[in-house]
């Protein structure tokens, strides 16, 4: 069960702006990932569910955290279908995103009071997410519909959050772009957690990288 409310939720994604993600099937790695980002000022971040017994490591992953990053928002993303939602949700998932519009997930997510971010690509997606009740809409793939796509749809409908999820490149100029835009958040993940850093554990590279990306979102807001 969840232990932030939903509105703490929406509240915490538009103050920080950023949605890390990630995955991996070593609960130690992360764990330190995670608490890397915790380290550089991140209270939100995103479980990916993929790979065998992402379950398991998430579930872990939560009991292990709550004691070492206790303002921490864990969420769980590539939720699928309800049934998956369910037990990912009973493990403590503070949120549930979706790579497209998954209704069953949402109205689940509804009656549980926990917020959901789907996935969605068209302006029509976007409105029938925003129906069923979302707050935040994950805008998928949003390196293929781009910056330019946001200040469209934000022109018939200027109430619309969205949060591009893919595409959001590691530069200040990236940042700005996608903010400047109207983007209410961005999710990144390889471009925040790259390879390279994994492999040779580079735990503290990783939390700069993550606080200089919360820098860079700071600074655009001042704008």
């Known amino acids: 069960m969840a232990t932030h409310k939903r509105f703490q939720v929406y509240q915490t994604i538009y103050q920080q702006r950023l949605m890390p993600l990630f995955y991996h099937s070593d609960i130690e790695v992360?764990?330190?990932?995670?608490?890397?980002?915790?380290?550089?000022?991140?209270r939100l971040?995103?479980?990916?569910?993929?790979?065998?017994?992402?379950?398991?490591?998430?579930?872990r992953l939560k009991r292990e955290l709550a004691a070492q990053a206790p303002e921490l928002m864990l969420g769980v993303g590539s939720i699928h279908?309800?049934?998956?939602?369910?037990?990912?949700?009973?493990?403590?998932?503070?949120f549930i995103v979706t790579?497209?519009?998954?209704?069953?997930?949402i109205a689940l997510c509804n009656t549980r009071k926990v917020a959901c971010l789907p996935g969605c690509a068209t302006l029509t997606e976007i409105s029938e997410a925003e129906t069923q009740g979302c707050e935040i809409v994950k805008l998928f793939p949003a390196d293929l519909?781009?910056?330019s796509f946001i200040k469209a749809i934000k022109a018939p409908q200027p109430w619309s959050s969205l949060m591009p999820s893919g595409g959001v490149e590691f530069s200040q100029s990236s940042v700005h772009t996608w903010l400047e835009a109207g983007a209410v958040c961005l999710g990144m993940g390889s471009a925040l957690f790259p390879s390279a850093a994994i492999q040779e554990q580079d735990w503290t590279g990783i939390e700069q990288r993550v606080r200089t990306m919360l820098t860079w979102i700071q600074e655009q807001n001042r704008i």
Do not use: H, I
């Open 30 to 42: 992360c764990r330190q990932v995670v608490l890397a980002s915790y380290r550089a000022g991140a």
């Open 45 to 59: 971040f995103e479980f990916t569910n993929r790979g065998d017994f992402a379950l398991e490591v998430f579930s």
């Open 81 to 94: 279908d309800a049934p998956t939602a369910a037990l990912f949700l009973s493990a403590g998932a503070e």
């Open 99 to 105: 790579p497209s519009l998954k209704p069953e997930v």
């Open 145 to 147: 519909l781009g910056p």
